[in-house]
Nanobody, 123 residues
Framework: QVQLGESGGGLVQAGDSLRLSCTYP????????MAWFRQAPGKEREFVAA????????VYKDSLEDRFTISRNSAKNTVLLQMNSLKVEDSAVYYC????????????????WGQGTQVTVSS
């Protein structure tokens, strides 16, 4: 079964930065929209950001756009999420996902998922 591979999570202090990376298998994902979601304990999985196959269309959760940046390097089959000025409420498991139609912002539209990487922000 195809999976995505996330890395870059960890324990940081409020105000710090982290960069998450997601590696995808390659050819089959050239035209995929790639996205990041997050899920905190007891909460639903939440959309963070998405980027289409060309990088020309980028969508963010409104409240995160000023601190988070999504990008992709198609030559390296990676998607990055740069997170700045982290807050305690950003603590969650962050998941990478792939969709093959449009640039959706709901998890049900994404077909392939990674196992997640934990981000913990301490005060």
């Amino acid at each position: 079964q195809v999976q995505l591979g996330e890395s870059g999570g960890g324990l940081v202090q409020a105000g710090d930065s982290l960069r998450l990376s997601c590696t995808y298998p390659g050819r089959a994902f050239v035209l995929a929209t790639m996205a990041w979601f997050r899920q905190a304990p007891g909460k639903e999985r939440e959309f963070v950001a998405a980027i289409n196959w060309s990088g020309e269309t980028v969508v963010y959760k409104d409240s995160l756009e000023d601190r988070f940046t999504i990008s992709r390097n198609s030559a390296k089959n990676t998607v990055l999420l740069q997170m700045n000025s982290l807050k305690v409420e950003d603590s969650a498991v962050y998941y990478c996902a792939a969709a093959f139609a449009g640039v959706p912002n709901t998890p049900d539209k994404y077909e392939i998922w990674g196992q997640g990487t934990q981000v913990t922000v301490s005060s």
